[in-house]
């Protein structure tokens, strides 16, 4: 996933990413995204972690697809 494929699809899931800008010497992202409510079930927060943007968001979609895979085959 590339930068702009992760910004967009950030976008799409109406997901935030943070970046610690204001500590010297270290590059950490942290991808924010809140999966929608299923089957009387609540959204989840997913928190992912990456030194790059793409590396957040893309581990964010990892966690993203396996929550959804938990919940069946009808979605």
Same mark, same amino acid.
């Given at each position: 996933?590339?930068?702009?494929? #992760? /910004?967009?699809? /950030? ?16 590059? #950490? ?23 790059? /943007?793409?590396?957040?968001?893309? #581990? ?6 396996? /929550? ?8």
């Amino acid at each position: 996933m590339n930068q702009d494929q #992760a /910004l967009r699809w /950030l976008q799409q899931v109406d997901g935030s990413i943070f970046h610690n800008s204001e500590i010297e010497n270290e590059n #950490a992202w942290v991808a924010v995204v809140r999966t929608p409510a299923h089957s009387g079930r609540t959204g989840k927060i997913i928190l992912a972690f990456g030194d790059t /943007l793409s590396a957040a968001a893309e #581990a964010a979609e990892q966690e993203w697809e396996t /929550l959804w895979e938990s919940f069946g085959a009808t979605n």
